[in-house]
Every structure is written in C-alpha cells, then in structure tokens.
C-alpha cells in the first residue's frame, strides 16, 4: 500500500487507519498561531459505520488502501436486496439495501455503474452524475400560481420525492443529479 501525507488526503477518499478502511467525510487544514499545522478529519468507517474526528500533523502519513474498481450493471431489486452483474464476467453479485442505502432511488434495470472492492469486498457504488426518471406523481399547475412559485413536489418512478418547476407533468422524464437528489433539467 501506498503513504501518502496528511496533506494529501481527498475529501471523499479512503484511508486506512487503526487497522480499518475509513471515508473521509470533512477535511479541513488548520494553522494555529503557535504549534504546526495540522489535518483535522471526519472519517467513517467503511464496515461498522462508526464516525471518528481525528487530527494529524502535516507530517504524519497514512495508508492509502487499494481499492478496485469493477464496472457492474444494475439488473433488479428482490425484496431488500439489489442484484448487480459484473460487464466482464458476468458474475451476479447481491447488495443489500444497507449496503447502498440511499442511492436505490436512482437505481434502474440496466444502469451501469462502478462497484469498488477493498479486499474482494464491495465497500462502495458509484453513480452516474445525472440519471433519467419519470414523473409519476406530482400535482397539476392552476393558471397564475407561476409567479415566485419554487417548484413543486413530484414522486419519480424509483419512489424517490424531489422538488420539480411547475411545468413539469406526470409522465415526463427529468434529469436528476445523483449526489444532491436535485431536478437538473427535462430529458
């Protein structure tokens, strides 16, 4: 495995630390008037789910782990569990909707995405930016209501709820960003 230095260490990358895999959730680089400076981190274990705050100096290291990434294809939900199926081998592989928590809800048949393994062990899924839905419930538009207005809500064919224009209509397919759950645009 490779050290890198407390400097280095991304927002949303993976670290190994006290012996377990930890995503780093808020980063921030403090220099304080007297001392050196330091790293100060949120992480989150990977396995446990457990949070830690944890400071280090800018000249500590830590370990970066291998993590392998395998491009995957989402097939379909049984019950609580997500079935996937590796592009190259054509392996299934099961999910549980622990496991992926609250990225279901941009899961269709046939989405492809990118599954990283730490250990032959899936830790983590990798949307797509955006993913195309379909409106399925919203409420309709009363003449003179679109002044000021800051949308409406609307439930997408995921079972998935964010806020549309009003002009959006059941039935239409809208755009949505993956990491904020937000309506980005028609499709």
């Given at each position: ?37 330091f790293v ?22 830590v370990e ?7 491009k995957m ?115």
């Amino acid at each position: 495995m490779a050290k890198i230095s407390a400097n280095e260490i991304r927002l949303g990358g993976l670290v190994e630390h006290q012996g377990n895999l930890w995503r780093v959730l808020k980063k921030s680089h403090v220099k304080p008037g007297k001392g050196g400076a330091f790293v100060q981190c949120e992480l989150k274990d990977i396995i446990n789910g457990t949070k830690l705050n944890e400071r280090f100096r800018s000249t500590d290291k830590v370990e970066r782990p291998h993590v392998e990434p395998r491009k995957m294809q989402y097939l379909y939900a049984d019950g609580d569990d997500h079935i996937f199926m590796d592009s190259e081998t054509y392996e299934q592989l099961i999910l549980s909707a622990d496991d992926i928590s609250e990225q279901a809800g941009y899961l269709l048949p046939n989405t492809d995405v990118q599954i990283n393994f730490y250990d032959e062990t899936p830790i983590g899924v990798d949307l797509p930016a955006n993913v195309v839905l379909e409106v399925v419930d919203t409420e309709g538009v009363v003449k003179g209501q679109t002044a000021a207005s800051g949308g409406k809500p609307a439930k997408l064919e995921t079972g998935i709820r964010i806020t549309v224009p009003t002009f959006v209509n059941i039935g239409e397919k809208v755009k949505v960003n993956t990491e904020t759950g937000e309506y980005v645009e028609r499709a």
